[in-house]
């Protein structure tokens, strides 16, 4: 956590977070981490799933604790005729909404791109689906899942002779949820020139191929399909996870022909930088198995501790390959503060990852993690100018 007097960057935005699970929460997650208001609204009955994923402690869901932080949640019903007005008095004062409802949800309900741009044509609507706002699958459901596998990500994952491998983590969603950011703050950017909000249309889908790399141009060019390959790499050699001595496991690269080198001298194989395969790294790739075998070997006498700082000596590269536990305790993440403890009125000191990056003039903060279900609603709405009497008729109509 931060104590930094200089000012997050973005205080004075002011950000709905409408969207539900990861996705769109994450990226207004992001926003909010520099400063920006955000208010996280969710339906009376049906909060956001993501409260109730994965372990909770005492009953309180421990991921919501890191989605929601800081945010001020409120609750909302949109079908009904006094949450529509509510929310357009709310996007009046706002300069992003973030969505991830099925096309046409919105539009059903009255709100639109149409009705928020004329309460607000400064605003940037973002909208989060699995697969965009048009085409022949945009009314399909849509899951992180869904892309993992239509991408490509599946298919590439995995040992050569066993099934595609999906992650074990939402990394789809993930990923466009910091795209997701980045498109707000370049919407907001264009604002600035304009003075105009506009849509951002983000498919869960696209993102993702981003991070694949060359594949479709690969493709195009050569026809080139690339393969399951474990934890092996067409590019270089040796790349792969062996084990210590001890039952711990590393992970080595070679992307560098240099660090290649150092290795063989390493593992006392330096006969092997001879070979006339040895000066590339796709012909090192090739002959993944005689460097397998070479590195494996040499790792498999020594300790993951003898390993490590062997490999530092020698300036190879090696990192251990962590669990949480590890995580936890590492030196570097530590220095960097990558785990951050915050305190909660509901469970204590927690530990959580911190913002995603470092600035060294504004840096973001964590104020407090995930709130309770609705706990913001009548502060919020009173600062928006309803009177008690105006909220109690909402709640009287089921609106809030």
């Known amino acids: 956590m931060s104590t930094h007097p200089g000012q997050a960057p973005l205080t004075g935005l002011r950000v709905l977070d409408l969207a539900t699970l990861f996705a769109g929460p994450l990226a207004a997650t992001m926003l909010g981490d520099f400063g920006a208001e955000v208010v996280k609204v969710e339906h009376p009955t049906k909060p956001d799933p993501s409260r109730g994923h994965g372990p909770s402690k005492d009953g309180i869901g421990l991921w919501w604790k890191l989605l929601g932080r800081n945010k001020r949640t409120i609750t909302l019903d949109l079908s009904k005729p006094g949450g529509r007005e509510t929310l357009l008095r709310l996007a009046a004062t706002a300069d992003v909404v973030i969505e991830n409802f099925r096309p046409g949800t919105l539009e059903k309900w009255d709100l639109g791109w149409a009705e928020l741009s004329a309460a607000n044509p400064r605003l940037v609507l973002a909208r989060v689906t699995g697969f965009g706002q048009f085409g022949p699958y945009a009314h399909r459901p849509g899951f992180g899942t869904l892309a993992e596998a239509m991408s490509g990500f599946a298919a590439i994952t995995g040992e050569q002779d066993a099934p595609p491998t999906l992650p074990p983590f939402g990394l789809a969603d993930s990923i466009a949820g910091l795209a997701t950011a980045y498109a707000v703050m370049t919407a907001l950017t264009a604002r600035e020139r304009t003075g105009e909000g506009q849509v951002v249309d983000m498919a869960i889908i696209e993102p993702i191929l981003t991070v694949l790399g060359p594949q479709p141009l690969w493709y195009d060019q050569l026809g080139h399909v690339q393969p399951r390959t474990g934890n092996r790499s067409a590019n270089n050699a040796p790349r792969n996870t062996y084990r210590t001595a001890d039952g711990s496991w590393v992970a080595v690269s070679t992307s560098a022909q240099s660090i290649a080198e150092r290795l063989m001298r390493l593992v006392g194989r330096p006969e092997l930088i001879d070979e006339p395969w040895f000066a590339t790294g796709a012909d090192r790739a090739r002959h993944a198995d005689v460097l397998d075998e070479a590195v494996g070997a040499w790792i498999a006498d020594r300790t993951r501790t003898e390993v490590l700082e062997a490999f530092e000596k020698a300036e190879a590269a ?75 008729a909402l709640r009287a109509e089921g609106a809030l």
């Open 318 to 392: 090696v990192a251990p390959i962590q669990d949480v536990r590890d995580v936890m305790t590492d030196p570097q993440y530590e220095a960097l503060d990558t785990i951050t403890t915050v305190q909660d009125p509901e469970l204590g000191p927690l530990r959580m990852q911190n913002v995603l990056f470092r600035l060294s003039s504004t840096p973001g903060a964590i104020h407090w993690a995930g709130r309770p279900h609705g706990a913001d609603t009548d502060t919020v709405l009173a600062e928006l100018g309803l009177t008690e009497r105006e909220i109690d």
